[in-house]
């Protein structure tokens, strides 16, 4: 078996009506649910983030965030986040990150 051969598994719970929806909306592009998150998977590790950003539901005050986003709700951490990720990437030997032309999103 070829290193680049699709191994591991990735199983993820959703709302049944989520995954219908999804998996007809991109039926309707001309791929698949399964063919979406490898897309996925690939631009975070080629973008090394998240390849959208986050829309949470505001709240009545406008400051807070809903479900696992809540962590991220406040402002006021942003920055120490933001300095927090630089601080990470400033020490993390780069040969631990793959780099754009390892990553094979057509496997």
């Given at each position: 078996?070829?290193?680049?051969?699709?191994?591991?598994?990735?199983?993820?719970?959703?709302?049944?009506?989520?995954k219908?929806?999804?998996?007809?909306?991109?039926?309707a592009?001309g791929?698949?649910?399964?063919?979406?998150?490898?897309?996925?998977?690939?631009?975070?590790?080629l973008?090394?983030?998240?390849?959208?950003q986050?829309?949470?539901?505001?709240?009545?005050?406008g400051?807070?965030a809903?479900?696992?986003?809540?962590?991220?709700?406040?402002?006021?951490?942003?920055?120490?986040?933001?300095?927090?990720?630089?601080e990470?990437l400033?020490?993390?030997?780069?040969?631990?990150?793959l780099?754009?032309e390892?990553?094979?999103?057509h496997?």
């Amino acid at each position: 078996m070829s290193s680049t051969q699709k191994r591991a598994i990735l199983q993820v719970r959703i709302r049944e009506e989520d995954k219908q929806h999804a998996e007809r909306l991109y039926d309707a592009m001309g791929t698949s649910l399964a063919e979406a998150v490898r897309l996925f998977v690939a631009q975070s590790i080629l973008m090394r983030k998240l390849p959208f950003q986050p829309v949470a539901v505001r709240s009545k005050d406008g400051t807070a965030a809903y479900g696992s986003l809540k962590a991220y709700g406040d402002p006021n951490r942003r920055s120490e986040e933001r300095n927090a990720w630089i601080e990470y990437l400033a020490t993390e030997c780069d040969d631990s990150i793959l780099g754009p032309e390892e990553v094979d999103i057509h496997e």
